[in-house]
């Protein structure tokens, strides 16, 4: 899948396994991410997301495989490795009971920053993240989507090359979800490398600049959202035939079949030059085909298809 040396990656798996007693969670995980690049791993509960990011972040063994971290390995060099990541995890965890100032100053002490330097990163971070006026107040106080905004900026303390943010939008208002996709982008920016989980196609297309389906185990597509949504067909022109051997000459090609009514889908970009020259090639005659209807797949079909639950 990789051609690139493992030092221009910020993160590269291979072939990650993990059971569970009987049950199988992972099945041989290949992941290549470039440094400075923003890899969405999709899927739906259960998968195996979660299970997935504590083993690349160190915090789960793996059966078998194994995992660089910026070309660093995360087994026999693990406690460099934590020096550069961050985690922010799908459940969030704050301290209640400290403030938004005291936990991002403690985080800068436990980094390594001296207390003048604790103190500048804290307040830049708060104030980045929007929790300048919340910044006194204990953490207890905070709603959901501001104690998630903390536990990032917690994350961030450090400068971590590599971040992992499992479901980092689950719980967020639409607001507060574009604070956070602006902020991945601004990572990605810096050259930070981002691995982030979630079950939002939307978000994937709006950030990644590859997406990988992990479905029964395994990565069961990985490529950029476009590649993945022409996969499955950004849209799908259905034809029914005239008769049935001209709907047998192009069953191989479909991706859609409905032999009651003869008719099948194919895919397609959607654009009338490209819908014209399906037609005409693959009815050169004019004959074979008696009606076209041309659908759009939805974020929510290209999930579907491709972790195999429409099959
Ligand atoms: N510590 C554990 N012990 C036993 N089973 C586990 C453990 N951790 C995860 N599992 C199982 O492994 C499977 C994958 O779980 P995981 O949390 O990785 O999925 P996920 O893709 O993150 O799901 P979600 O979308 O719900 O967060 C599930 O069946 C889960 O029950
Ligand atoms: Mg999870």
Do not use: C
Not at 129 to 146: I, V
Not at 165 to 194: C, I, M, Y
Not at 249 to 272: F, I, K, M, S, W
Not at 301 to 311: I, K, P, Q, W
């Amino acid at each position: 899948m990789t051609t690139h040396a493992s030092g221009s990656l910020g993160i590269h798996a291979t072939g990650l396994t993990k059971s569970y007693g009987d049950l199988r969670v992972l099945d041989g995980i290949d992941l290549a991410v470039p440094r400075g690049s923003v890899l969405a791993l999709l899927g739906p509960n259960g998968a195996g997301k979660t299970t997935t990011v504590r083993i690349l972040a160190t915090l789960t063994a793996a059966d078998a495989g194994s995992v660089r971290i910026a070309g660093r390995d995360t087994v026999s060099e693990r406690s460099r490795v934590r020096e550069l990541i961050a985690l922010t995890g799908q459940f969030v965890a704050v301290d209640e009971l400290r403030t938004g100032t005291e936990t991002l100053r403690m985080m800068g002490r436990l980094a390594g920053l001296s207390p003048r330097a604790a103190r500048t990163r804290a307040d830049e971070l708060l104030a980045r993240f929007g929790l300048a006026e919340a910044a006194g107040r204990t953490a207890k106080t905070y709603s959901g989507g501001m104690r998630r905004r903390l536990d990032l900026a917690a994350g961030l303390v450090s400068r971590p090359e590599v971040i992992f943010l499992d479901e980092p939008t689950t719980g967020l208002d639409p607001r507060s979800r574009q604070d956070l996709w602006e902020l991945v982008r601004e990572l990605r920016a810096d050259g930070t490398t981002v691995l982030l989980t979630t079950q939002y196609l939307e978000e994937a297309d709006q950030l990644a600049d590859r997406v990988a389906v992990l479905s029964g185990g395994r990565i069961a597509a990985e490529g950029t959202p476009a590649e993945l949504k022409s996969r499955v067909a950004g849209h799908r022109l259905d034809l029914t035939l005239a008769t049935t051997a001209a709907y047998e000459a192009l069953a191989p090609r479909a991706v859609h079949l409905a032999p009651d009514e003869l008719t099948l889908g194919l895919p397609t970009d959607g654009t009338a030059a490209h819908v014209r020259s399906l037609l005409d090639e693959l009815d050169p005659g004019r004959t074979d085909i008696d009606r076209f209807t041309l659908r759009s797949a939805t974020l929510d079909d290209v999930f579907l298809a491709l972790t195999g639950a429409d099959r």
